[in-house]
């Protein structure tokens, strides 16, 4: 599969797998603005994508995270199909703008993932399951 992609600016760099089986391709931050009211940095990739039609771009945190302040701000970022504009990771900083990433490091990973066409059904009544509507530690996992 091609990714069809444009550099918004001379340094953004392509996205790239750290070893061939990566799932997912860094992104390398080229800026970085911080948002006092919001608590959040604003990272930047330079990089605009042109994702097929029944895919969707997943970004997320890399691994490497763990070792800073931050959580990215959404969980994971939905990249549809038919966005063009810029793809920029934000972060929500737990030390109050103490920077951890700089321009020019690995922020996060995208993931090119196929979405199926679905149809949801209204019915009156789900099949039944074992765990039935056992929700948050039903399954023996206990929080």
Known sequence: MQIRFTRLCPEAQAPFRGSSDSAG????????TWDAQRKCWFFGTGLAVEIPPGYVG????RSSVFKTRYLLANCVGVIDADYR???KAIFRDLDNGASDYAIGERIAQLLIVPVPDVDYVEVSELSRTVRGSGGLGSTGTSI
Do not use: N, R
Not at 25 to 31: E, F, G, I, K, R
Not at 58 to 61: A, M
């Open 25 to 32: 391709y860094d992104l390398t931050a080229v800026s970085k």
């Open 58 to 61: 997943l970004l997320f945190p």
């Open 85 to 87: 504009g810029e793809i």
